[in-house]
Protein backbone atom coordinates (compact mmCIF):
# COMPACT_ATOMS: atom_id res chain seq x y z
CA UNK A 1 0.00 0.00 0.00
CA UNK A 2 1.15 3.28 -0.56
CA UNK A 3 2.23 5.63 2.04
CA UNK A 4 2.51 2.02 4.51
CA UNK A 5 4.93 2.27 6.69
CA UNK A 6 6.48 -1.16 7.98
CA UNK A 7 7.90 -1.64 11.20
CA UNK A 8 9.30 -4.73 10.01
CA UNK A 9 11.21 -2.92 7.66
CA UNK A 10 11.80 -0.28 10.15
CA UNK A 11 13.22 -3.01 12.71
CA UNK A 12 16.01 -4.25 10.56
CA UNK A 13 16.75 -0.94 9.10
CA UNK A 14 19.86 1.44 10.57
CA UNK A 15 18.23 5.00 11.98
CA UNK A 16 20.53 7.38 11.61
CA UNK A 17 23.17 4.32 12.53
CA UNK A 18 20.81 2.86 15.14
CA UNK A 19 18.67 0.26 15.12
CA UNK A 20 15.11 0.75 16.68
CA UNK A 21 15.51 -0.86 19.29
CA UNK A 22 18.43 0.87 20.24
CA UNK A 23 16.57 4.09 20.34
CA UNK A 24 14.23 2.91 23.22
CA UNK A 25 15.80 4.65 26.43
CA UNK A 26 14.37 6.38 28.87
CA UNK A 27 12.80 10.17 28.08
CA UNK A 28 14.80 13.28 29.16
CA UNK A 29 12.63 13.33 32.39
CA UNK A 30 13.51 9.65 32.89
CA UNK A 31 9.52 8.94 33.61
CA UNK A 32 9.08 6.40 30.91
CA UNK A 33 10.91 4.58 27.58
CA UNK A 34 11.74 6.91 24.44
CA UNK A 35 8.91 5.13 22.17
CA UNK A 36 11.15 3.81 19.43
CA UNK A 37 9.15 5.95 16.21
CA UNK A 38 6.66 8.19 16.33
CA UNK A 39 3.56 9.03 13.66
CA UNK A 40 1.42 12.04 13.50
CA UNK A 41 2.52 12.59 17.45
CA UNK A 42 1.79 8.70 18.14
CA UNK A 43 4.54 6.89 20.26
CA UNK A 44 4.77 3.82 18.93
CA UNK A 45 7.03 1.14 21.19
CA UNK A 46 7.98 -1.67 18.33
CA UNK A 47 7.97 -4.93 19.98
CA UNK A 48 7.29 -3.97 23.38
CA UNK A 49 6.21 -7.25 24.59
CA UNK A 50 8.92 -10.16 24.13
CA UNK A 51 6.57 -13.78 23.07
CA UNK A 52 6.74 -14.95 26.50
CA UNK A 53 5.17 -11.47 27.30
CA UNK A 54 2.68 -11.98 24.78
CA UNK A 55 1.59 -15.55 25.95
CA UNK A 56 1.12 -14.53 29.40
CA UNK A 57 -1.15 -11.70 28.32
CA UNK A 58 -2.93 -14.31 25.89
CA UNK A 59 -3.59 -16.58 29.15
CA UNK A 60 -5.02 -13.27 31.11
CA UNK A 61 -7.23 -12.35 28.34
CA UNK A 62 -8.60 -16.18 28.53
CA UNK A 63 -9.63 -15.27 31.87
CA UNK A 64 -11.73 -11.80 31.10
CA UNK A 65 -13.62 -13.47 27.81
CA UNK A 66 -14.46 -16.23 29.56
CA UNK A 67 -16.04 -13.88 32.38
CA UNK A 68 -17.34 -11.16 29.75
CA UNK A 69 -18.03 -12.80 26.31
CA UNK A 70 -17.01 -11.40 23.20
CA UNK A 71 -19.93 -9.90 21.43
CA UNK A 72 -20.91 -7.86 18.31
CA UNK A 73 -21.51 -4.05 19.03
CA UNK A 74 -23.91 -2.37 16.74
CA UNK A 75 -23.16 0.70 14.35
CA UNK A 76 -25.62 3.55 14.85
CA UNK A 77 -26.86 1.98 11.52
CA UNK A 78 -27.97 -0.88 13.47
CA UNK A 79 -25.68 -3.24 11.89
CA UNK A 80 -22.58 -5.42 13.71
CA UNK A 81 -19.61 -4.25 13.75
CA UNK A 82 -16.98 -7.02 12.09
CA UNK A 83 -14.44 -6.78 15.72
CA UNK A 84 -15.90 -8.29 18.07
CA UNK A 85 -15.54 -6.83 21.81
CA UNK A 86 -15.40 -7.27 25.57
CA UNK A 87 -14.02 -4.95 28.42
CA UNK A 88 -12.21 -5.22 31.52
CA UNK A 89 -12.16 -2.92 34.30
CA UNK A 90 -14.38 -0.49 35.92
CA UNK A 91 -15.90 0.67 32.39
CA UNK A 92 -16.91 -1.23 28.90
CA UNK A 93 -16.78 0.52 25.73
CA UNK A 94 -20.13 -0.50 24.26
CA UNK A 95 -22.16 1.05 21.14
CA UNK A 96 -25.72 0.27 19.52
CA UNK A 97 -28.09 2.06 17.55
CA UNK A 98 -28.55 4.59 20.86
CA UNK A 99 -24.65 5.52 20.14
CA UNK A 100 -21.23 4.90 21.49
CA UNK A 101 -21.16 4.84 25.43
CA UNK A 102 -19.67 3.31 28.33
CA UNK A 103 -21.50 0.90 30.70
CA UNK A 104 -20.80 -0.56 33.96
CA UNK A 105 -21.78 -3.99 33.01
CA UNK A 106 -21.43 -6.57 30.31
CA UNK A 107 -24.62 -6.61 28.09
CA UNK A 108 -25.37 -9.45 30.04
CA UNK A 109 -25.48 -8.20 33.22
CA UNK A 110 -22.36 -9.15 34.94
CA UNK A 111 -19.61 -7.37 36.16
CA UNK A 112 -16.44 -5.72 34.24
CA UNK A 113 -13.76 -8.27 34.98
CA UNK A 114 -10.72 -6.35 36.36
CA UNK A 115 -7.78 -5.10 34.57
CA UNK A 116 -5.24 -7.83 34.18
CA UNK A 117 -2.25 -7.10 36.43
CA UNK A 118 0.16 -7.54 33.66
CA UNK A 119 -1.77 -5.19 31.19
CA UNK A 120 -2.00 -2.53 34.19
CA UNK A 121 2.18 -3.07 34.50
CA UNK A 122 2.19 -1.43 30.58
CA UNK A 123 0.30 0.92 31.34
CA UNK A 124 2.34 1.93 34.72
CA UNK A 125 5.76 1.40 32.50
CA UNK A 126 4.65 3.64 29.12
CA UNK A 127 2.60 6.19 29.84
CA UNK A 128 4.38 7.97 32.61
CA UNK A 129 3.84 9.27 36.06
CA UNK A 130 1.36 11.77 35.20
CA UNK A 131 -0.81 9.42 33.93
CA UNK A 132 -4.34 8.14 35.76
CA UNK A 133 -4.97 4.44 35.94
CA UNK A 134 -6.68 3.18 33.24
CA UNK A 135 -10.75 2.18 33.75
CA UNK A 136 -11.53 0.78 30.63
CA UNK A 137 -9.25 -2.34 28.97
CA UNK A 138 -11.51 -2.46 25.91
CA UNK A 139 -10.35 -6.09 24.12
CA UNK A 140 -10.65 -5.93 20.65
CA UNK A 141 -11.29 -9.03 18.47
CA UNK A 142 -10.02 -9.18 14.88
CA UNK A 143 -11.54 -12.29 13.02
CA UNK A 144 -9.51 -12.06 9.03
CA UNK A 145 -12.07 -9.78 7.84
CA UNK A 146 -12.70 -7.61 10.31
CA UNK A 147 -11.43 -4.34 9.98
CA UNK A 148 -12.40 -1.01 12.01
CA UNK A 149 -13.05 2.48 10.53
CA UNK A 150 -11.57 5.51 11.10
CA UNK A 151 -13.06 7.27 14.20
CA UNK A 152 -11.68 9.28 17.20
CA UNK A 153 -11.57 8.08 20.63
CA UNK A 154 -13.47 10.87 22.05
CA UNK A 155 -15.66 9.23 24.50
CA UNK A 156 -13.88 9.83 27.46
CA UNK A 157 -14.25 12.79 29.91
CA UNK A 158 -10.36 13.76 29.70
CA UNK A 159 -8.20 14.41 27.01
CA UNK A 160 -4.92 15.42 28.64
CA UNK A 161 -4.96 11.33 29.76
CA UNK A 162 -3.18 8.82 26.96
CA UNK A 163 -4.59 6.68 25.33
CA UNK A 164 -2.31 3.39 25.14
CA UNK A 165 -2.76 0.14 22.65
CA UNK A 166 -1.27 -2.98 22.46
CA UNK A 167 -1.34 -5.56 20.08
CA UNK A 168 -1.44 -9.41 19.64
CA UNK A 169 -1.93 -11.83 17.34
CA UNK A 170 -1.40 -11.45 13.23
CA UNK A 171 -0.32 -7.84 11.85
CA UNK A 172 -2.69 -4.98 11.32
CA UNK A 173 -2.94 -2.14 9.23
CA UNK A 174 -2.82 0.75 11.55
CA UNK A 175 -4.02 4.39 9.59
CA UNK A 176 -3.52 7.20 11.42
CA UNK A 177 -5.51 10.26 9.90
CA UNK A 178 -5.78 14.13 11.33
CA UNK A 179 -8.25 15.94 13.82
CA UNK A 180 -10.67 16.20 11.42
CA UNK A 181 -12.43 13.69 9.09
CA UNK A 182 -10.36 13.84 5.60
CA UNK A 183 -6.78 14.77 4.82
CA UNK A 184 -3.93 12.51 3.80
CA UNK A 185 -3.26 9.18 6.36
CA UNK A 186 -0.26 7.58 7.24
CA UNK A 187 -0.34 3.83 7.69
CA UNK A 188 1.36 1.22 9.35
CA UNK A 189 1.62 -2.62 9.70
CA UNK A 190 1.45 -3.55 13.81
CA UNK A 191 2.92 -6.14 14.76
CA UNK A 192 2.24 -8.84 17.74
CA UNK A 193 4.22 -7.16 21.04
CA UNK A 194 3.28 -3.90 19.52
CA UNK A 195 2.24 -0.44 21.33
CA UNK A 196 1.39 2.67 20.47
CA UNK A 197 0.13 5.68 22.75
CA UNK A 198 -2.08 8.58 21.53
CA UNK A 199 -1.38 11.19 23.74
CA UNK A 200 -1.13 15.17 23.71
CA UNK A 201 -1.33 16.51 20.08
CA UNK A 202 -2.11 12.95 18.82
CA UNK A 203 -4.97 11.93 20.95
CA UNK A 204 -7.86 12.79 18.91
CA UNK A 205 -6.40 11.74 15.93
CA UNK A 206 -8.40 9.75 13.77
CA UNK A 207 -7.20 6.27 13.66
CA UNK A 208 -8.40 2.81 12.57
CA UNK A 209 -7.75 -0.90 11.11
CA UNK A 210 -8.36 -0.94 7.68
CA UNK A 211 -7.32 -5.08 7.35
CA UNK A 212 -5.33 -7.71 9.49
CA UNK A 213 -2.82 -10.03 7.56
CA UNK A 214 -4.48 -13.99 8.68
CA UNK A 215 -1.37 -15.79 9.18
CA UNK A 216 1.27 -13.66 9.92
CA UNK A 217 1.84 -14.94 13.46
CA UNK A 218 2.05 -18.05 15.35
CA UNK A 219 0.80 -16.41 18.89
CA UNK A 220 -2.73 -17.65 18.41
CA UNK A 221 -4.70 -20.58 18.04
CA UNK A 222 -6.65 -19.10 15.10
CA UNK A 223 -6.09 -16.53 12.28
CA UNK A 224 -6.57 -13.26 13.72
CA UNK A 225 -5.67 -10.00 16.09
CA UNK A 226 -6.41 -9.26 19.45
CA UNK A 227 -6.26 -5.22 20.46
CA UNK A 228 -6.33 -3.95 23.79
CA UNK A 229 -7.00 -0.69 24.38
CA UNK A 230 -6.68 1.45 27.52
CA UNK A 231 -8.45 4.43 28.50
CA UNK A 232 -9.02 6.44 31.39
CA UNK A 233 -12.77 7.23 31.15
CA UNK A 234 -13.64 10.33 33.64
C1 LIG B 1 -9.31 1.01 18.25
O1 LIG B 1 -8.99 2.10 17.81
O2 LIG B 1 -10.30 0.85 18.99
C2 LIG B 1 -8.53 -0.22 17.88
C3 LIG B 1 -7.24 0.04 17.18
C4 LIG B 1 -6.50 -1.25 16.89
O3 LIG B 1 -7.14 -2.29 16.76
O4 LIG B 1 -5.27 -1.23 16.79
MN1 LIG C 1 -9.83 3.89 18.71
Given at each position: ?17 K ?61 P ?22 I ?95 E ?7 H ?27
Amino acid sequence: MQGAFSLQAARGAEVRGKSVENLIGQDKTGRRPLPGLTVRGIAVWPGWLDRSAQEALVQDLRAVISQAPLFSPLTGGGKPMSVRMTSAGRFGWYSDSKGYRYIDRHPNGTDWPPIPERVLAIWRDLCGAAARAPECCLVNWYGPDARMGLHQDRDEADFSQPVLSISLGDDGLFRAGNLERGGATQSLWLKSGDVLALEGPSRLLYHGIDRIAPGTSTLLSAPGRINLTLRVVT
